[in-house]
């Protein structure tokens, strides 16, 4: 892989704010700028609207999530409604597909292969489904994926829910799957997951 900068983000960032600076990261790495860059950090509550998304999958109604404290955006992603808050680690991925084989699949199990192993060093077995993009603990879905691209450059990543209080997704049709659930690596583990720091 080529050059990789990473910014990891203190706190809870909203998400808009976050949305326009992959959009302006994206044109700069288009233009050869900046390297890949992923931005890793958690998110404010929001549930996000992709492209393909059906309104009837949000079962609350837009004054409920805002009760709720809970913001609703439309955004250019593929897939349905998800959500994001805090506990769950966010990555966005300003990649040019270019440097990698321009191969869309290849790029999605590719990332879906680290968080795999990712949950392998915490003792979880992460799984891949057949027709659904993302990262499975048994039947229930615990990353989230999704991707846009313009000029060959990525953006949106996934969500990886470590101690999210999940609560929330019973409050939409997550990824538009009515018969499968969403899980955490606190709730596989049975406790927060211990993380190591890094000098």
Known sequence: WAELRVAILPGLSPYAPLWESQRALSVRRWRGEISDTLILL??????????????????????????????????????????????QLVG???????????????????????????????????ERSAGATGVWGGNKKIAAMGLHLSHWVSTHGFALNVSTDLAPFD?????????RGVTSMERLLGAPPEFSSVA
């Open 42 to 87: 958690e998110h404010e509550p929001v549930v996000t609207l992709g492209k393909s998304a059906l309104r009837q999958h949000l079962l609350l109604s837009e004054a409920e999530f805002k009760k709720r404290g809970v913001s609703i955006v439309p955004v250019d992603r593929g897939g349905d409604v998800t959500y994001h808050g805090p506990g």
């Open 92 to 126: 966005y991925w300003i990649f040019d597909l270019k440097q990698h084989g321009e191969d869309v699949h290849h790029f999605l199990r590719a990332i879906e292969e680290v968080l795999i192993r990712t949950l392998a060093d915490f003792g979880i077995a992460g």
């Open 171 to 179: 409050w939409i049709v997550p990824c538009g799957l009515r018969d």
